[in-house]
C-alpha cells in the first residue's frame, strides 16, 4: 500500500451537478497530484498542490479547482459535471525537495465516478 | 498526435517468453522517462525509470533512443504474475512529477 487514501472509491452523479473527491497524501509529502483515467486511456495530469498553491495545471477546464490543506491532504472539486467526465481520478504524492523528478508518484486507489 | 503513444494490444504470450513493448513521444524537451505498471482495475506504480544508457533491473531492461525519441521496455521469461498494462511516462526536467502518462500496453501471460 501505498499510503496514499481517496474518498470516495465510487459515486454515480448525474450531469450538471457538482463532486468533491478527497485525498490523503502520504506522510512526509508535501505534493498531491490529481490525474483523470478515462477508460482505455492513461493517466491525464489535471493540476498539481504543493504549499496550498496550484502548481501546474494540464488541459482541464476551469470547473475543474482543487485545494490543498496545511496536512497536505487535497480536495478535487468539479461543477457542471458532464458525462466525458466519467473516468477514474487518482490522487498522486511526492515530496518536493527530495528528487523532485524522481517520477515515483505514489498513488492512492482511485476515485471511480460516473455521470449519468 | 499523443505526446505519448504506445500500441494498445493487448500482447497475449506464454509463460517464459520475451516481450518488447515500444513507446514513442513528441516533445524533444522531455528530459525523464518511466515505466509503469498498472494492474486491473488499480493504481499505476512505478516500475522503472529509464535511462539513456540503458538500464536493467531483474527480467526488466530498459532503453532509450533521445534521438528518435523512443523508450522500449523487454521482459524477458515471462511470468503469469507480469500480466498487466504498461504505462510509457515521460517528464519535462524541472516538471516537478507532472507526468505525462501513455495509452499503456496490455500484456497477458498465459500458461
Known amino acids: 500500500e501505498t499510503g496514499v487514501t481517496q474518498s470516495p472509491t465510487h459515486l454515480i452523479k448525474t450531469r450538471g451537478q457538482q463532486v468533491t473527491l478527497r485525498c490523503s497524501s502520504q506522510?512526509?509529502?508535501?505534493?498531491v497530484s490529481w490525474y483523470q483515467q478515462a477508460l482505455g486511456q492513461g493517466p491525464q495530469f489535471i493540476f498539481q498542490?504543493?504549499?496550498?498553491?496550484?502548481?501546474g495545471r494540464g488541459n482541464f477546464p476551469p470547473r475543474f479547482s482543487g485545494l490543498q490543506f496545511p496536512n497536505y491532504s487535497s480536495e478535487l472539486n468539479v461543477n457542471a459535471l458532464e458525462l466525458d467526465d466519467s473516468a477514474l481520478y487518482l490522487c498522486?504524492?511526492?515530496?518536493?525537495?527530495?528528487?523532485?523528478?524522481?517520477?515515483?508518484?505514489?498513488f492512492g486507489e482511485g476515485s471511480r465516478l460516473t455521470v449519468l | 498526435r499523443k505526446e505519448v503513444e504506445q500500441d494498445p494490444g493487448p500482447f497475449n504470450v506464454p509463460e517464459g517468453a520475451t516481450v518488447a513493448f515500444n513507446c514513442t513521444y513528441s516533445?524533444?524537451?522531455?528530459?525523464?522517462f518511466f515505466w509503469y505498471r498498472q494492474d486491473c482495475r488499480k493504481e499505476p506504480k512505478l516500475l522503472m525509470s529509464?535511462?539513456?544508457s540503458g538500464n536493467e533491473d531483474g527480467r526488466f531492461t530498459a532503453q532509450l533512443n533521445r534521438a528518435s525519441q523512443y523508450i522500449s521496455l523487454l521482459i524477458r521469461d515471462s511470468k503469469l504474475s507480469d500480466s498487466a498494462t504498461y504505462l510509457c511516462?515521460?517528464?519535462?526536467?524541472?516538471?516537478?512529477?507532472?507526468?505525462?502518462f501513455g495509452t499503456g500496453t496490455q500484456l497477458k501471460v498465459e500458461l
Open positions: 498522486a504524492s511526492s515530496s518536493r525537495g527530495q528528487g523532485a523528478d524522481t517520477g515515483e508518484l505514489f
Open positions: 506522510s512526509g509529502h508535501n505534493t
Open positions: 498542490y504543493y504549499r496550498e498553491e496550484e502548481n
Open positions: 516533445n524533444s524537451a522531455s528530459q525523464s
Open positions: 529509464v535511462y539513456s
Open positions: 511516462v515521460v517528464s519535462l526536467t524541472g516538471g516537478g512529477n507532472k507526468l505525462t
